[in-house]
């Protein structure tokens, strides 16, 4: 079974593979509007993953050590994106910072359009990414439990050098790997982006959404594309595995060990 779960994720590639335009590929994955997307699928999906982090490593401790009424609540609201189309996400965005938006008619008053814009695709990547973050951090927390946070605070140290001394190097691979995901999401995110920020060139259309237009034209263009995207994740993941192997093995060993 395992052999037809590995199978099932590598044929589609690998028939991906087979039908690129090789001849053909670098003039394809080179052009003005396939490194434009690319660019700026990047830079979105770097600020999506730092707003990730920024919001998600407060909900995750809060989610793992806090004991309050509403916490599973809290939690199912939170990993929502997970479970909902990306669609949806969308719309729910739009009706909140949209120009008629709950919150977007303040905006608008002070000057702010956020939908439709570049920042509208940060927003939209942040929305579906950010329970990937969550997910991950929440079960290190949990995983690694709260001993040595308490050993550290009966000995004196304050919350904040508990936080930064003890409880991030205790979690960094749940870290890391969350970050890696959120990343890798956001990267890959349409259908939110689509419905919120549209696919205007050079300011919202990111390479799914440049993929999606080329397959209408451009078969080969379409193809090509999708495998620079496949190979791009592949690469962040892979570097990112390789750097928290280590911190994975120092954390297996836990705090006080050694001389």
Same mark, same amino acid.
Not at 152 to 171: D, F, S
């Given at each position: 079974?395992?052999?037809?779960g590995a199978l099932f994720v590598l044929l589609p590639l690998a028939a991906m593979v087979a039908k690129v335009n090789w001849?053909?590929?670098?003039?394809?994955?080179?052009?003005?509007?396939?490194?434009?997307?690319?660019?700026?699928?990047?830079?979105?999906?770097?600020?999506?993953?730092?707003?990730?982090?920024l919001l998600g490593v407060p909900l995750a401790l809060v989610l793992a050590r806090g004991r309050f009424r509403g916490q599973?609540?809290?939690?199912?609201?939170?990993?929502?994106?997970?479970?909902?189309?990306?669609?949806?996400? +969308?719309?729910?965005?739009?009706?909140?910072?949209?120009?008629?938006?709950?919150?977007?008619?303040?905006?608008? /008053?002070?000057?702010?359009?956020?939908?439709?814009?570049?920042?509208?695709?940060?927003l939209a990547q942040t929305f579906v990414a950010l329970p990937f973050l969550v997910v991950s951090l929440e079960g290190a927390?949990?995983?690694? +439990? =709260?001993?040595?946070?308490?050993?550290?605070?009966?000995?004196?140290?304050?919350?904040?050098?508990?936080?930064?001394?003890?409880?991030?190097?205790?979690?960094?691979?749940?870290?890391?790997?969350?970050? /890696?995901?959120?990343?890798?999401?956001?990267?890959?995110?349409? +259908?939110?982006?689509?419905?919120?920020?549209?696919?205007?060139?050079?300011?919202?259309?990111?390479?799914?959404?440049?993929?999606?237009?080329?397959?209408?034209?451009?078969?080969?263009?379409?193809?090509?594309?999708?495998?620079?995207? /496949?190979?791009?994740? /592949?690469?962040?993941?892979?570097? =990112?595995?390789?750097?928290?192997?280590?911190?994975?093995?120092?954390? =297996?060993?836990?705090?006080?060990?050694?001389?």
């Amino acid at each position: 079974m395992a052999a037809v779960g590995a199978l099932f994720v590598l044929l589609p590639l690998a028939a991906m593979v087979a039908k690129v335009n090789w001849p053909q590929f670098l003039p394809l994955v080179t052009s003005e509007a396939s490194l434009t997307a690319l660019g700026l699928s990047l830079r979105t999906a770097a600020a999506s993953t730092l707003l990730c982090v920024l919001l998600g490593v407060p909900l995750a401790l809060v989610l793992a050590r806090g004991r309050f009424r509403g916490q599973s609540l809290l939690r199912s609201f939170v990993l929502l994106p997970l479970v909902l189309p990306p669609v949806v996400g +969308g719309i729910a965005l739009l009706y909140t910072f949209g120009r008629q938006g709950l919150l977007g008619r303040s905006l608008e /008053v002070a000057g702010i359009q956020i939908a439709f814009s570049t920042t509208a695709v940060v927003l939209a990547q942040t929305f579906v990414a950010l329970p990937f973050l969550v997910v991950s951090l929440e079960g290190a927390l949990r995983s690694a +439990g =709260s001993r040595y946070e308490a050993l550290a605070a009966t000995l004196g140290a304050r919350p904040t050098t508990v936080l930064r001394r003890v409880t991030v190097p205790l979690v960094l691979p749940g870290l890391a790997s969350g970050t /890696v995901l959120s990343f890798a999401r956001s990267l890959g995110e349409f +259908g939110a982006t689509l419905t919120f920020a549209g696919s205007l060139q050079g300011v919202t259309r990111t390479l799914p959404l440049e993929i999606y237009l080329q397959r209408e034209t451009d078969a080969d263009a379409a193809v090509a594309l999708s495998l620079l995207l /496949v190979a791009v994740a /592949v690469i962040v993941v892979g570097l =990112s595995y390789r750097r928290s192997a280590p911190a994975r093995i120092r954390g =297996s060993a836990g705090p006080g060990t050694g001389a």
